[in-house]
């Protein structure tokens, strides 16, 4: 069994940064790969971006495309996720996830929400203009 948590949200301004974290407990071994996506209100979960199992690449939604930086600390079983450049549009409740199975990350499912059987609990980021 894994769980995930995430921390880091919070309340900023328009071009500001936040550097959102999700840490894994438990069974580690089998979190595979991972992803971040993003829920605002009235909308459905979007995909943000995912992260292979080695950490050696990363794929980003274009909306978030050299805004958001995804990286991978496998000894302190941690995902982050720095995001600079912070748009009003970027605020959502924003939830990690694992795959907790292979071939997700280079499958090409990776940004497909059903691909993740592992959740955290989610974190609120609000941008203000």
């Known amino acids: 069994q894994v769980q995930l948590v995430e921390s880091g949200g919070g309340l900023v301004q328009a071009g500001g940064s936040l550097r959102l974290s999700c840490a894994a407990s438990g069974r580690t071994s089998s979190t595979y790969d991972m992803a971040w996506f993003r829920q605002a209100p009235g909308k459905e979960r979007e995909f943000v971006a995912a992260?292979?199992?080695?950490?050696?690449?990363?794929y980003y939604a274009d909306s978030v495309k050299g805004r958001f930086t995804l990286s991978r600390d496998s000894a302190k079983k941690t995902l982050y996720l720095q995001m600079n450049s912070l748009k009003p549009e970027d605020t959502a409740v924003y939830y990690c996830?694992?795959?907790?199975?292979?071939?997700?990350?280079?499958?090409?499912?990776?940004?497909?929400?059903?691909?993740?059987?592992?959740w955290g609990q989610g974190t609120q980021v609000t941008i203000s203009s």
């Open positions: 992260i292979g199992w080695s950490g050696s690449g990363a």
């Open positions: 996830a694992a795959s907790g199975k292979p071939g997700t990350f280079y499958g090409g499912t990776y940004d497909q929400h059903y691909e993740y059987a592992i």
